[in-house]
C-alpha cells in the first residue's frame, strides 16, 4: 500500500517562527508531512497550477493579498487554506473560506488536530487531493433586479423610476438599494452627490477580507430621502474597474442582498467572458456586469422606438440569453415609447421578429414608457413623473411575488487542453 502524509504548501515572511517550526517538525519526521515554503503569491500560484495535489496552503495573516479571490484560486485548485494569525485581531476567515484559523505560537498538536479534522492526507498514487464541497448558504437573498440597455437609451433614468415605484411596495417595506455597478457611473451625476466616496469600491473591499454587517452596508449608501431609497455610488473612474475583484463583487452583492428588502442594480449590457473573447481581462472588467445579471430575478433591457432602437435592444437580448439569462426574466422596456397603439403593436412584433425564436416564446411583453421631461426633475431632486414609474413597478409585481432567484453553487468549469500542466506520481518516488 502505498504511503500517506500531508503535502503542505506554506507562505510567510521569512523570519515568521512558525514556519521555521513547520519545517524542523517535517525535517525531522515527527510531523507526517511534506512542508513546501513559497516566499511570495507568485510562487503559491505556479505550484497550484502545476497539477500536483496539495492537502493545505498554510498562510500567515500578514501575507499580502490574503483575501476573498486568494483563497478562492487555493480552493479551485483543491488546496484548503488554514490561515494563522494572531486571534486577538478577531477577523474570520472562516467566513472567507477558509477551512481553520490556528494561532501565531500554534503548537505541533494543534496544526496535526487542524489537519486531521479539514484535511486528507495524500497517497503517493493520488492524482488529486480530495476537497470537500464548500457548504452552499441558504440565507434569505432579497430580490434583485438588474436593468442595462445601450448607451443613450435612458437606462440609469429608468433604473431611477423603477427603484423609486418599488419603494412604495409594502412587500419593499421601504427598503431599496439602488446600485450603480456601470463602468462610466452616471448616477452620481444624476443624483447631484457632491461626495464620491463611499462606494462599490468601499463595499467591495469591506467584502475582501470580512464580512460587513447589514449597519455597516446601510453605512456605505446614501439616502435619497425625496424617492425614498438609498443610493450606492459607482466606481470613480472607468480606469479603475481592476479593483474589483470577482470573488469579493460577488460577497459585496451578497451583502446588498441581505441588508436590503429589494435591490435594483443599473449594469452595463457587455456580458463577454474568456470563452466568448479568450482573454481573462475582458472577463474580469465584465465582472459586474456577468454577476449581476446571472443572478437577477429579472432584466430590463432598456430601448428606444424606431429601427435602430429595436435592433439595438434585440442585440441585447439575445446576448443576455446566450450567456444563460432565461428569457423570462427579460423584459423589454422601450423608452420615449409613441402613444398610438399601433405603433406600440409594430415595435412588440418588431422585436418578437429579431430576437431568437425560443426567447420570443417566452419573454414578456414589453413595457412602454412615455415620453417626460425629467431633467427638470433630476436638477431639483424631485420625485420623477408618476407615468414612467407606474409602468415599471407593475411589470415588477411578479418579480416581488415570486420567489428569489436560487443561489447557484460553483460549478466546474471547463479548461481547454494546454493550459493545465500536469503531475506525474513517478516523479515524487524517492
Known sequence: MASSRYVLLGLAPARAEWFRNVAHWSNAG?????FIKCLSVEEVAARLAGGRPFSALLVDSAAADLDRDFIEVARAAGCAVVVVDDPRRGRDWLALGAVAALPTQFDRKELLDALEAHVSQISRADRSAS???????????????????????GASTTAVALAQGLVADVRCGGSVVLADFRHRAELAMLHDARDMVPGVQELVEACRSGRPTSEEVRALTFAVNERGYHLLLGIRRPHEWPSIRPRAFSAALDSLRTSFRCVVADVGPDVEGEEDAGSVDVEERNTMSRQTLGAADA?????????????????????????????DRIVPVVNRAPRAGGRRSEIRQCLEELVPERVAASMPAPVFVPERHVDDAFRDGVRLPDPIVGPLAAACRPVLDGPPAPVEPLRPRLVRPGLVGRWAPELEAR
Request: cysteine-free; overall charge negative; hydrophobic content about 50%.
Open 299 to 327: 432584466v430590463f433591457v432598456v430601448g428606444t422606438a424606431g429601427m435602430k432602437g429595436a435592433h439595438a435592444s434585440a442585440a441585447v437580448i439575445a446576448s443576455l440569453a446566450r450567456f444563460g439569462v432565461p428569457p
Open 131 to 153: 476537497l470537500d464541497d464548500a457548504p452552499v448558504e441558504h440565507a434569505w437573498r432579497s430580490p434583485l433586479v438588474a436593468v442595462t440597455g445601450p448607451g443613450g437609451t
Open 30 to 34: 515527527i510531523l507526517p508531512a511534506e
